[in-house]
């Protein structure tokens, strides 16, 4: 049943791709250029190269192709001629639009969401992030079966494959039911497995690192844990949820590395991953982490926020880490820019944020290693007063 998945061998290394876009009303021309440049950035993830974009403006998408038989024809006719491997979508395409597409484009087509899962299921390391994206797979897969495939192949032949009447495509969608029972009780027995090893932890109070995906969450868990967490200038580079224990002087805590937030993460990563974003539910305090040097740092900012609110956990302590403060610098001032102004945007930077935080905010370059003793005693001084209101008769972590 695996080749199910495999089968569609969704990025080739070295893929020439085309992305598509589509201005509507709830997505304006910015946002979609914004949009299509972090969906070229999966791209390359996964191992292709983005080599044009195509955006479309219409009032909503087109029920058969998305963006329109006329842009469809467009991006056939700049495909034909060249070795165009892949055009990806930015937004989730239906089955039959998958169908429709293909036919005129005459190659590969896959959406955000299947771009994402396919990232996923390269870096699944450990047998629950396994688990997990091959879940979200098989529900990604179930609505479009009937669109993308005429026959899939059976578990096995002979007796009890297919019940009396049922049709070739609901013999499909009973196999593809059957797998997703299956995940979901191997999921539960291992998160039963992983929530009996949290409540071994023993009375710590817990840290956790969250962020949009390639802020340098693991770079900082490796400063702060002098650990060696697997860290890469590439989108969900970390899957697994890494817990370390680390002591700043004689006080304790855990410190937990979580999978990075992306804007219209597909909802079915989101349901399998509840286990991995259970160590953000039960974290007592929260470092979001920013990349002040993108230019939609305050956006990704928003899109970590809205995850946290959906997880409920949006009442916890939180310290917000604005991190590549040295990129950001070099993005934003001229060369011959005089020290005192520099000084003075840096210092409104900082107090706006300061204002808007009530001063739970860190200004810091994990790779310059600039500004991490701040960091360490802001957190320091934060677990020690969780420590002082949960245990005020224990003084050994205080």
Partial sequence: MKELLDKKNII????????????????TEEQVTEYLNELAFLAET????????????????DSRTFVGKGKLEEIKNYIEGRDINIVIFDDELS??????????????????????????????????????VELAQYQYLMPRLRGMWKHLE?????????????????????????KIALLRKRLSEIDKQASTQRKDRGEFIRVALVGYTNVGKSTIMNLLAKSEVFAENKLFATLDTTTRKVVFETTPFLLSDTVGFIRKLPHHLVESFKSTLDEVREADILLHVADTSHVQYEDQIGVVNKTLQELNVIDKPVITIFNKMDQYEKNT?????EEEVRSEILVDLKERWENQLQGNCVFISATERTNIEELRNTILNKVKELYAIRYPYRTGFL
């Fill in 12 to 27: 080739q290394k070295e893929e020439k791709a085309v992305l598509v876009g589509l201005v509507h009303k709830l997505q």
């Fill in 46 to 61: 996964a191992g292709a190269k983005a080599v044009k974009r195509f955006a479309q403006k219409l009032p909503h998408p």
């Fill in 95 to 132: 089955g039959s639009q998958i169908t429709n597409i293909e036919k005129v484009l005459e190659v590969k087509t896959i959406d955000r969401s299947d771009l994402i899962l396919d990232i996923f299921a390269r870096r699944a390391k450990t047998a629950q992030a396994k688990t997990q």
């Fill in 154 to 178: 059976r578990l096995g032949g002979g007796i009890g494959t297919r019940g009396p009447g049922e049709t070739e495509i609901e013999t499909d969608r009973r196999i593809v039911r059957e």
């Fill in 333 to 337: 001032f001229d060369p011959w820019l």
